[in-house]
């Protein structure tokens, strides 16, 4: 076949691509890759060494369709993993952030077909074949031909015996050809067999019909069956927050039982291939189980596996075995169900009450009630001390609702017992080990690159890559992993939460406000996410807009947060009084709830409020209050703020000490806050310059630090009376309000900006500055004694 001169070959590393024949090999291998990621493949590999827009991608590879940029960053993502790479480390794909893309390998255009090369080699090795077969008879009819002559024998009796030999011969190789066409058939129906599903179908689970009338088995079964099910990176499982989305659709009830109609339904609408459904019966004291695979257009159904159980307590054991046998039946390699196999007790527990305890907390988790999850996961791990997946979901409804100490120590407890579960529940117990256990981001993103490797189609990693990314202020990034996360699964808050607090972090404020109502207009928003529409409300001085978010929090369970919000806006417009009342009545409620955690942050943030106020005289006593309800990372390290910024070095030094002992592993604490206390420290102790020294160790994380690097730095300028540096330090915060709309830091720079330019001689941009903090704090409270000296200040400048 002759090649076509305008679509060549190309090679790199050990890949080569066949752009005629669509074919990417890794060292001869075939690489299996969707059409849409060859495509891109292709245009990267033209336009080579090139920085690639992600508008002029989106062009060539959409040239009639309008998509959203997702499309692309799923397909990127697609063949990154094809290639073997990951974003964070990349040999051949380098994102450009904010532009692109780029191909940065060295690249070498060939000429000859793949399929030439292919079809020549195999015909090479037949042709060696058939001529080692004809040297080998030859070499047997020379040997006998010399043995008879050296018997003696006649000619005529050696072409006699050659000639019966020959007859066998033909026999033989005629009774294994025939063989060999047997088994060849055999293997060629087995390896073209057409299989029940791909690893492109999609499968809805629906709930198990319970015919016992054991109400044990009541939702339980269907959640063993899911952990089951999900370790096989073959299958593919439809979501229940999509099934819950699209009930609501089909107008009903969003946790309406998901019956095998109400399932077929779904599929239909949603254009799945497949539902699974599952039935128990008891008889006597024997139960039967089957499971059954049904094609939701026609009804037929497409494999199935029935089991009996000898007792209760061997229902999961036996519900387990069917599972892997349906997997079987429905196309999967036995080499994938031999890797991917962990037994359903193992995988989650023995105990039929501790998985029901668990899966009404699943429910309560599905509504995004994330307190009202809580006790029937302690309940779980109450029955059974060794339930790993309880402890690990119980770590995540702990950190959903801001109880970051008990989140640590669920993924701890987790992560010690995480050889028990399978692959995927093992790379998430780990991933949320050192997300918030440990708190070591490389660590935990190295955990979800790999989780997105073996489930490419799997949402929490990429999910939690994101919120990684967030954490860390690489917005950028945060960004990409969340659009990639929603294309996955558009129906759970997190995605939408971790994608518009990014954009707000880069100021991006209409694009984060579309992302927010998209959320809500699909009836799934979170506290954060209102949180931040809040912010954004505040950012415009839009006053219907804040009281909006604010009734969205009455009656709920954390109400407390509302009360938290207008706190800090009242600290960032100098209302001090106003401040201690909202924090009094958030405590008030919070520890009405038992939220010992959340009440020791709301006292010691209360106090780092009132010391940048310059109302230190409380301080001492506050931070040691909200200490004594418990002393966590967070209240720690807000305490030793306070303290170093009033002045109490060594308090602060002893606490800052404590917080390394604690978070030795945990990226943000060792790279943001504790040099950010110690330049506090170092401030006021009338050492700048060693505070600027101590301040370079947050440079990588910055952007995520809410103005403190910059604020502290500026401080330290000032002091040296270097006052272009101190205003260049300022201005970074008033560039970058998104990264803390309601930091008290951001009023506090126009007044720092003020001096600083007062200082550099710059009189009109000193005057400027005084006039916008004294804009922004016009409600203050008069007495503030920041508040009076910047009014003598700009009385001087005039």
């Given at each position: 076949?002759?090649?076509?001169?305008?679509?060549?070959?190309?090679?790199?590393?050990?890949?080569?691509?066949?752009?005629?024949?669509?074919?990417?090999?890794?060292?001869?291998?075939?690489?299996?890759?969707?059409?849409?990621?060859?495509?891109?493949?292709?245009?990267?590999?033209?336009?080579?060494?090139?920085?690639?827009?992600?508008?002029?991608?989106?062009?060539?590879?959409?040239?009639?369709?309008?998509?959203?940029?997702?499309?692309?960053?799923?397909?990127?993502?697609?063949?990154?993993?094809?290639?073997?790479?990951?974003?964070?480390?990349?040999?051949?794909?380098?994102?450009?952030?904010?532009?692109?893309?780029?191909?940065?390998?060295?690249?070498?255009?060939?000429?000859?077909?793949?399929?030439?090369?292919?079809?020549?080699?195999?015909?090479?090795?037949?042709?060696?074949?058939?001529?080692?077969?004809?040297?080998?008879?030859?070499?047997?009819?020379?040997?006998?031909?010399?043995?008879?002559?050296?018997?003696?024998?006649?000619?005529?009796?050696?072409?006699?015996?050659?000639?019966?030999?020959?007859?066998?011969?033909k026999l033989g190789v005629g009774l294994a050809l025939v063989a060999l066409m047997a088994v060849a058939g055999v293997s060629f129906a087995y390896l073209h067999r057409r299989p029940a599903l791909t690893e492109k179908d999609t499968v809805?689970?629906?709930?198990?019909?319970?015919?016992?009338?054991?109400?044990?088995?009541?939702?339980?079964?269907?959640?063993?069956?899911?952990?089951?099910?999900?370790?096989?990176?073959?299958?593919?499982?439809?979501?229940?927050?999509?099934?819950?989305?699209?009930?609501?659709?089909?107008?009903?009830?969003?946790?309406?039982?998901?019956?095998?109609?109400?399932?077929?339904?779904?599929?239909?609408?949603?254009?799945?291939?497949?539902?699974?459904?599952?039935?128990?019966?008891?008889?006597?004291?024997?139960?039967?189980?089957?499971?059954?695979?049904?094609?939701?257009?026609?009804?037929?159904?497409?494999?199935?596996?029935?089991?009996?159980?000898?007792?209760?307590?061997?229902?999961?054991?036996?519900?387990?075995?069917?599972?892997?046998?349906?997997?079987?039946?429905?196309?999967?390699?036995?080499?994938?169900?031999?890797?991917?196999?962990?037994?359903?007790?193992?995988?989650?527990?023995?105990?039929?009450?501790?998985?029901?305890?668990?899966?009404?907390?699943?429910?309560?988790?599905?509504?995004?009630?994330?307190?009202?999850?809580?006790?029937?996961?302690?309940?779980?791990?109450?029955?059974?001390?060794?339930?790993?997946?309880?402890?690990?979901?119980?770590?995540?409804?702990?950190?959903?609702?801001?109880?970051?100490?008990?989140?640590?120590?669920?993924?701890?407890?987790?992560?010690?017992?995480?050889?028990?579960?399978?692959?995927?529940?093992?790379?998430?117990?780990?991933?949320?080990?050192?997300?918030?256990?440990?708190?070591?981001?490389?660590?935990?993103?190295?955990?979800?690159?790999?989780?997105?490797?073996?489930?490419?189609?799997?949402?929490?990693?990429?999910?939690?890559?994101?919120?990684?990314?967030?954490?860390?202020?690489?917005?950028?990034?945060?960004?990409?992993?969340?659009?990639?996360?929603?294309?996955?699964?558009?129906?759970?808050?997190?995605?939408?939460?971790?994608?518009?607090?990014?954009?707000?972090?880069?100021?991006?404020?209409?694009?984060?406000?579309?992302?927010?109502?998209?959320?809500?207009?699909?009836?799934?928003?979170?506290?954060?996410?209102?949180?931040?529409?809040?912010?954004?409300?505040?950012?415009?001085?839009?006053?219907?807009?804040?009281?909006?978010?604010?009734?969205?929090?009455?009656?709920?369970?954390?109400?407390?947060?509302?009360?938290?919000?207008?706190?800090?806006?009242?600290?960032?417009?100098?209302?001090?009084?106003?401040?201690?009342?909202?924090?009094?009545?958030?405590?008030?409620?919070?520890?009405?709830?038992?939220?010992?955690?959340?009440?020791?942050?709301?006292?010691?943030?209360?106090?780092?409020?009132?010391?940048?106020?310059?109302?230190?005289?409380?301080?001492?006593?506050?931070?040691?209050?909200?200490?004594?309800?418990?002393?966590?990372?967070?209240?720690?390290?807000?305490?030793?703020?306070?303290?170093?910024?009033?002045?109490?070095?060594?308090?602060?030094?002893?606490?800052?000490?404590?917080?390394?002992?604690?978070?030795?592993?945990?990226?943000?604490?060792?790279?943001?806050?504790?040099?950010?206390?110690?330049?506090?420290?170092?401030?006021?102790?009338?050492?700048?310059?060693?505070?600027?020294?101590?301040?370079?160790?947050?440079?990588?994380?910055?952007?995520?630090?809410?103005?403190?690097?910059?604020?502290?730095?500026?401080?330290?300028?000032?002091?040296?009376?270097?006052?272009?540096?101190?205003?260049?330090?300022?201005?970074?915060?008033?560039?970058?309000?998104?990264?803390?709309?309601?930091?008290?830091?951001?009023?506090?720079?126009?007044?720092?900006?003020?001096?600083?330019?007062?200082?550099?001689?710059?009189?009109?941009?000193?005057?400027?500055?005084?006039?916008?903090?004294?804009?922004?704090?016009?409600?203050?409270?008069?007495?503030?004694?920041?508040?009076?000296?910047?009014?003598?200040?700009?009385?001087?400048?005039?």
């Amino acid at each position: 076949m002759a090649s076509d001169s305008s679509q060549p070959c190309y090679e790199f590393g050990p890949f080569r691509v066949d752009a005629r024949n669509h074919l990417l090999l890794r060292e001869g291998q075939p690489v299996p890759l969707s059409p849409k990621a060859f495509e891109v493949l292709l245009v990267l590999l033209e336009h080579r060494g090139r920085v690639l827009e992600k508008d002029e991608l989106i062009e060539r590879l959409w040239p009639d369709s309008v998509v959203e940029e997702a499309n692309l960053t799923v397909n990127i993502s697609a063949l990154r993993k094809a290639l073997g790479e990951s974003r964070n480390h990349p040999q051949y794909i380098v994102t450009v952030p904010g532009r692109g893309y780029r191909f940065a390998a060295e690249v070498k255009e060939v000429s000859e077909p793949t399929t030439e090369l292919v079809v020549q080699q195999r015909a090479s090795a037949s042709l060696v074949i058939e001529e080692e077969e004809s040297e080998s008879s030859a070499a047997d009819f020379t040997q006998e031909s010399a043995a008879a002559r050296r018997g003696g024998a006649s000619s005529d009796s050696v072409a006699q015996s050659w000639s019966g030999r020959i007859k066998r011969h033909k026999l033989g190789v005629g009774l294994a050809l025939v063989a060999l066409m047997a088994v060849a058939g055999v293997s060629f129906a087995y390896l073209h067999r057409r299989p029940a599903l791909t690893e492109k179908d999609t499968v809805l689970l629906a709930d198990f019909e319970n015919q016992t009338g054991d109400v044990i088995f009541d939702g339980t079964l269907k959640q063993a069956l899911a952990v089951q099910l999900e370790q096989s990176p073959f299958l593919n499982i439809f979501p229940d927050e999509r099934v819950r989305e699209t009930l609501r659709l089909m107008k009903r009830p969003a946790d309406e039982r998901v019956t095998s109609a109400v399932a077929r339904e779904v599929c239909q609408r949603q254009n799945l291939k497949a539902m699974l459904s599952g039935s128990i019966a008891s008889l006597g004291h024997d139960y039967v189980l089957t499971l059954e695979a049904i094609n939701s257009q026609t009804g037929d159904v497409i494999a199935r596996e029935q089991v009996e159980a000898g007792s209760k307590e061997q229902v999961l054991r036996a519900l387990g075995q069917a599972a892997t046998k349906l997997r079987e039946k429905l196309g999967e390699s036995l080499h994938l169900i031999q890797q991917f196999d962990v037994p359903i007790a193992q995988a989650t527990t023995s105990s039929l009450e501790a998985l029901k305890a668990y899966s009404l907390g699943y429910e309560q988790n599905l509504k995004g009630k994330y307190l009202e999850a809580i006790p029937f996961y302690k309940r779980a791990i109450e029955l059974d001390p060794n339930f790993v997946l309880a402890y690990s979901t119980l770590s995540g409804a702990y950190s959903n609702t801001l109880q970051l100490e008990l989140a640590a120590e669920c993924a701890e407890k987790a992560y010690q017992l995480r050889e028990r579960v399978s692959e995927r529940e093992r790379l998430s117990v780990s991933g949320r080990y050192y997300l918030s256990g440990t708190q070591d981001m490389d660590k935990a993103m190295e955990v979800f690159e790999v989780w997105k490797r073996t489930y490419p189609r799997s949402f929490t990693p990429v999910n939690n890559l994101a919120f990684a990314y967030l954490t860390t202020g690489q917005y950028g990034q945060a960004i990409e992993e969340a659009r990639e996360a929603i294309q996955l699964n558009p129906t759970p808050s997190q995605p939408y939460a971790n994608l518009g607090r990014a954009l707000v972090r880069l100021d991006r404020y209409t694009e984060a406000q579309e992302v927010f109502e998209r959320a809500l207009a699909r009836n799934i928003g979170s506290s954060a996410m209102h949180s931040d529409l809040y912010a954004l409300a505040f950012i415009r001085g839009d006053a219907t807009g804040m009281k909006k978010q604010l009734d969205w929090w009455t009656g709920r369970p954390n109400e407390y947060a509302a009360l938290e919000v207008q706190g800090d806006t009242a600290a960032f417009q100098g209302r001090w009084r106003q401040a201690r009342e909202f924090a009094r009545r958030a405590l008030d409620l919070e520890q009405h709830r038992g939220l010992k955690e959340i009440a020791s942050i709301s006292v010691t943030w209360g106090a780092l409020k009132e010391a940048l106020l310059g109302q230190c005289q409380s301080v001492p006593k506050e931070t040691s209050e909200g200490l004594a309800i418990e002393r966590n990372v967070r209240s720690l390290r807000a305490s030793a703020r306070a303290l170093a910024i009033c002045g109490e070095a060594s308090q602060a030094q002893a606490l800052a000490e404590e917080l390394a002992r604690r978070s030795p592993k945990d990226t943000v604490i060792q790279a943001i806050w504790l040099p950010v206390i110690r330049a506090a420290v170092e401030t006021q102790r009338g050492n700048p310059a060693a505070a600027i020294q101590s301040l370079q160790a947050t440079s990588r994380y910055e952007a995520a630090a809410e103005f403190w690097p910059a604020s502290l730095r500026g401080q330290a300028y000032l002091r040296l009376r270097a006052g272009r540096e101190a205003m260049a330090e300022f201005q970074k915060i008033l560039d970058h309000r998104g990264q803390d709309p309601l930091s008290p830091l951001y009023p506090l720079a126009h007044l720092e900006l003020a001096r600083a330019a007062a200082l550099a001689g710059d009189v009109a941009q000193s005057r400027k500055a005084y006039e916008d903090f004294l804009a922004l704090w016009k409600d203050a409270d008069p007495e503030l004694p920041i508040l009076i000296e910047a009014k003598k200040e700009y009385e001087r400048l005039k």
